[in-house]
């Protein structure tokens, strides 16, 4: 899901609850603990479950945040930035529906504003009367909408566990106090793990990427994703050991927008051009989405050409589907951009130029279909055929 806006906001502190008699804002602040890096290559496992009441499908993942750990589920975005979770005072139905983040049982919890700063000097968690910054974060989505989280910043400890061990992160979590009902109540997830480039979080110590990348050790500062029809993967630290090809590398796009984005030069249906993108075209490498998204604007483009059937022995047919990146082309047969009942799965992104321009959000479509690595360090992303897909073709 597409991280749009970002702005500061203040607000009244959230108090802490009272607890065997007395109220945990009056502790005095705890060290962290000591961070545990990267330092060899972490595979995470996504399970891909529905969306309430909604055909979409996600791929979620568990990270823990805090002493003693809180395991909640979240969707790793790379189109976002930071880590977004419910805080326990967010009395909003997308909040109650989900399971939420509670800083007031974490003894490693400290209430901070956006700059890092502690909210109340000496205290663990901020005194009634006082004013603290917090995030406003607002988010597009071709599956579930649009809508916004008002949160305040906390930090704490983030863990990913994966099958060769644990990373953790110290780190400054949005904690939201209020989310829209679109698009969170429909998400089966309880938060975001934000995996976009630094500037599409408020501030550097609130980058789950930058804070990952910056503290580990003797690994690539990549990260690569997967995506299969029951689940997926996440490899940070590298890229898979399982490739057949190659990836092909090419550079991200305006990184200092944040997004994982690099050229389209031109969209083809059937092989007949439907978008020549004269004023530019970008694809976003999109992990927080399920259907393709397409800018608003550009959507009666492409649509009409989109003319699929299901067949009783071929199954789901209609024209390939091309995005032409230059060195390759991104090919999508109908099975993979149409739902189970063979409709074209495209959705509408509500994004104003000129701050976005030809954006087509590559989601789980793309992904299913092509693995897609990404290199933090030299600001790069690349594709590999998965295992479910014919070899990539490259433009020489």
Same mark, same amino acid.
């Given at each position: 899901?597409?991280?749009?806006?970002?702005? !500061?906001?203040?607000? =009244?502190?959230?108090?802490? &609850?009272?607890?065997?008699?007395?109220?945990?804002?009056?502790?005095q &602040?705890?060290?962290l603990?000591?961070?545990?890096?990267?330092?060899?290559? @972490?595979?995470?496992?996504l399970?891909?479950?529905k969306?309430?009441?909604?055909?979409?499908t996600?791929y979620?993942?568990k990270?823990?945040?805090?002493?003693?750990?809180?395991?909640? #589920?979240?969707?790793?975005?790379?189109?976002?930035? $930071?880590?977004?979770?419910?805080h326990?005072?967010?009395?909003?139905?997308?909040?109650?529906? $989900?399971?939420?983040?509670?800083?007031?049982?974490?003894?490693? !919890?400290? /209430?901070?504003n956006?700059?890092?700063?502690?909210?109340?000097?000496g205290?663990?968690?901020?005194? $009634?009367?006082?004013?603290r910054? %917090?995030?406003?974060?607002?988010?597009?989505?071709?599956?579930?909408? #649009?809508g916004m989280?008002?949160s305040?910043?906390v930090?704490?400890?983030?863990?990913?566990?994966?099958?060769?061990?644990?990373a953790?992160?110290d780190?400054?979590?949005?904690?939201?106090?209020?989310?829209?009902?679109?698009?969170?109540?429909?998400?089966p997830n309880?938060?975001?793990?934000?995996?976009?480039?630094?500037s599409?979080?408020?501030? &550097?110590?609130?980058s789950f990427?930058?804070?990952?990348?910056? *503290?580990?050790?003797?690994?690539?500062?990549?990260?690569?994703?997967?995506? %299969?029809p029951q689940?997926?993967?996440?490899?940070?630290?590298?890229q898979s050991?399982?490739?057949?090809?190659?990836?092909?590398?090419?550079?991200?796009? $305006? &990184?200092?927008?944040?997004?994982?984005?690099v050229?389209?030069k031109?969209?083809?249906?059937?092989?007949q051009?439907?978008? *020549?993108?004269?004023?530019g075209?970008? !694809?976003?490498?999109?992990?927080?989405?399920?259907?393709?998204?397409?800018?608003?604007?550009?959507?009666h483009n @492409?649509?009409?050409?989109?003319?699929?059937?299901? @067949?009783?022995?071929?199954?789901?047919?209609?024209p390939?589907?091309?995005? /032409?990146?230059g060195?390759?082309?991104v090919?999508l /047969?109908a099975?993979?951009?149409? /739902?189970?009942?063979?409709?074209?799965?495209?959705?509408s992104? =509500?994004?104003? #130029?000129?701050?976005?321009?030809g954006?087509?959000?590559?989601?789980?479509?793309?992904?299913?279909?092509?693995?897609?690595g990404?290199?933090? #360090? =030299?600001?790069?992303?690349?594709f590999?055929?998965?295992s479910?897909?014919p070899?990539?073709?490259?433009?020489?």
């Amino acid at each position: 899901m597409l991280c749009v806006a970002i702005a !500061a906001m203040a607000s =009244n502190v959230l108090c802490a &609850p009272a607890h065997n008699g007395k109220n945990t804002a009056s502790e005095q &602040p705890r060290p962290l603990p000591e961070a545990v890096p990267l330092v060899r290559p @972490l595979k995470v496992h996504l399970e891909r479950v529905k969306a309430h009441n909604n055909s979409a499908t996600f791929y979620v993942g568990k990270v823990a945040i805090g002493q003693p750990p809180q395991e909640l #589920e979240v969707l790793f975005d790379t189109s976002s930035g $930071h880590v977004l979770v419910p805080h326990q005072a967010c009395k909003s139905k997308a909040c109650v529906e $989900h399971k939420k983040y509670s800083p007031w049982r974490s003894t490693t !919890a400290m /209430d901070v504003n956006v700059d890092g700063d502690e909210v109340d000097k000496g205290h663990r968690f901020a005194r $009634h009367g006082l004013v603290r910054t %917090g995030v406003s974060v607002d988010f597009t989505q071709a599956d579930l909408g #649009e809508g916004m989280a008002k949160s305040v910043v906390v930090r704490d400890n983030v863990c990913m566990k994966g099958d060769t061990g644990n990373a953790c992160v110290d780190l400054e979590v949005v904690a939201a106090i209020e989310e829209q009902d679109t698009p969170f109540r429909a998400m089966p997830n309880d938060g975001i793990v934000g995996l976009g480039l630094e500037s599409l979080a408020a501030g &550097p110590l609130l980058s789950f990427m930058s804070r990952l990348m910056g *503290e580990s050790k003797n690994v690539p500062a990549q990260f690569g994703i997967s995506f %299969g029809p029951q689940g997926g993967e996440i490899y940070f630290g590298g890229q898979s050991p399982e490739l057949k090809s190659p990836i092909q590398w090419m550079p991200v796009n $305006h &990184p200092e927008s944040g997004y994982w984005q690099v050229d389209i030069k031109s969209v083809r249906v059937g092989g007949q051009i439907v978008d *020549e993108c004269s004023r530019g075209c970008h !694809a976003v490498i999109d992990s927080g989405t399920s259907h393709l998204g397409v800018q608003s604007y550009r959507l009666h483009n @492409l649509r009409p050409h989109l003319v699929t059937q299901l @067949l009783p022995e071929e199954g789901c047919a209609g024209p390939t589907l091309e995005f /032409d990146l230059g060195v390759m082309v991104v090919t999508l /047969d109908a099975k993979d951009y149409s /739902d189970e009942s063979c409709t074209p799965s495209v959705g509408s992104l =509500n994004l104003e #130029e000129p701050a976005f321009v030809g954006v087509y959000a590559f989601g789980e479509s793309v992904l299913r279909r092509y693995y897609v690595g990404f290199d933090w #360090e =030299n600001k790069q992303v690349g594709f590999a055929a998965s295992s479910q897909a014919p070899a990539i073709v490259a433009v020489v």
